[in-house]
């Protein structure tokens, strides 16, 4: 019999899609994106770790890429500048609390990032009458706030008899500017500290948010957003960064002209973590447990995707009331999604270790009853596939591309 599953409910109340490696979830997923690439007005960001949605087009579908090293600005290559940060966010990129001086290098650090924002929208005319917070995201030239670093962590002031000492602040910036020196100029960072003027304009936030926010009808759709080329170390910020700007501007909307949109976060254990250490974790898991909770009242619903469910945190978990579960083997896994389920349904979850390829339990309130369902495959299979071992074994010949690969390394792209 064919199983349909509710697309109102499916989003309004978040959804969850679990399988280990080789079970079938990419192919749920681009299947997914397929189905809701033919609504008119449809509206969808996913969050691509790996580029492996890449080859799944469509007229209602989208591809973005994270600017690798060299890249320039253009259509299909998005840039995150710097100053889209917030304050929190700003603080776990740069500073490292274990630094004895680590409560003055905030405090000097948002003092030189609010007088360049002042000093920004003075200078341009904009008039913000009620004035701007740490928070607001307006641009600002970090290579001043560098500077004005730099200057009071070698001030000499005055003392007393008209000798010169040391400032307040004298040697005590350096290991702060050191990091955020090495930031902006690591090329593997570009998209964040490209020198490319236009990214700090005061209009680029609404060009960014129009290509991320725009439903099909406005020449958007479902974005699929390629996150390959960022550095594990700040994945979560960014994948955060962009999570946290749609569920604002929706916030800041007026009802009557919500467009709902869905996020959905494949390898989400790998920035929506079950314990968190680093500040970058910290940061990125406060903006989706926000969205878990309160991102039904504003139009944003959350698809949460993972091969390791026990490693994705619980809180957002739980706020999901539809799960879509492949084969899972590992206990840990088994007993996250069990604990999860409702009651009612008996010994489905027994099914969880056996279930074939493409196969799921379907649970929630997006679904009539639990059901045991096979998923369709995608017209346009993802770059998921597992490759055949002992088939390429088998080739008499084939091609030599580590001397490529080893300079793509090095050049940090490919």
């Known amino acids: 019999a064919t ?3 509710d697309g109102n409910k499916l989003f309004q109340r978040h959804a969850v899609i679990v399988g280990s490696t080789g079970s079938g979830k990419s192919y749920t997923v681009a299947a997914l994106i397929e189905k809701i690439s033919e609504l008119k007005s449809c509206n969808a960001i996913l969050f691509d770790i790996h580029g492996e949605y890449n080859p799944i087009v469509g007229d209602g579908i989208k591809h973005y890429r994270i600017a690798g090293p060299s890249d320039l600005l253009s259509d299909e290559i998005m840039f995150l500048p710097y100053w889209l940060l917030n304050y929190d966010e700003m603080i776990a990129l740069m ?146 960064l962009i999570a946290r700007l749609i569920f604002s501007v929706q916030q800041w909307m007026d009802k009557d002209k919500f467009n709902p949109i869905a996020i959905s976060c494949d390898e989400a254990h790998l920035y929506i973590p079950a314990n968190a250490q680093q500040s970058v974790e910290v940061s990125s898991l406060h903006s989706f447990e926000r969205i878990a909770k309160e991102g039904r009242k504003y139009g944003v619903g959350l698809v949460v995707i993972s091969q390791r469910p026990s490693e ?49 339990i379907a649970v929630g ?47 940090q792209g490919k």
């Open 312 to 360: 994705v945190n619980h809180t957002v978990l739980s706020q999901s009331s539809n799960f879509i579960a492949m084969r899972l083997t590992n206990s840990d896994d088994q007993n996250v999604i069990k604990k999860l389920l409702p009651d009612s349904i008996g010994n489905f979850a027994d099914l969880l270790p056996i279930l074939d390829v493409g196969e799921a």
């Open 3 to 5: 199983a349909w599953l």
């Open 95 to 240: 500073l490292d609390r274990s630094d004895s001086n680590a409560p003055n290098q905030a405090m000097m650090f948002s003092r030189a990032v609010m007088e360049e924002k002042n000093k920004y929208i003075s200078e341009k005319g904009i008039n913000l009458s009620d004035g701007i917070t740490i928070d607001s995201p307006i641009p600002y030239n970090i290579n001043n706030v560098l500077s004005f670093l730099d200057s009071k962590n070698t001030e000499r002031v005055k003392g007393d008899g008209g000798r010169e000492k040391n400032g307040d602040f004298n040697g005590k910036l350096s290991r702060f500017i050191q990091r955020l020196s090495s930031k902006v100029s690591d090329k593997r960072l570009n998209f964040m500290f490209s020198s490319d003027k236009s990214l700090l304009e005061y209009d680029y936030m609404n060009k960014l948010c129009k290509q991320l926010m725009s439903p099909a009808s406005q020449s958007g759709g479902v974005k699929s957003i390629d996150f390959s080329e960022v550095p594990s170390d700040i994945l979560p910020l960014m994948v955060s």
């Open 365 to 411: 309130d997006a679904s009539l009853l639990p059901s045991r369902i096979l998923i369709d495959k995608p017209k346009i299979e993802p770059n998921s596939a597992t490759i055949k071992f002992w088939s390429e074994w088998s080739k008499s010949n084939v091609s030599d591309s580590i001397d490529n690969a080893v300079e793509a390394m090095r050049k």
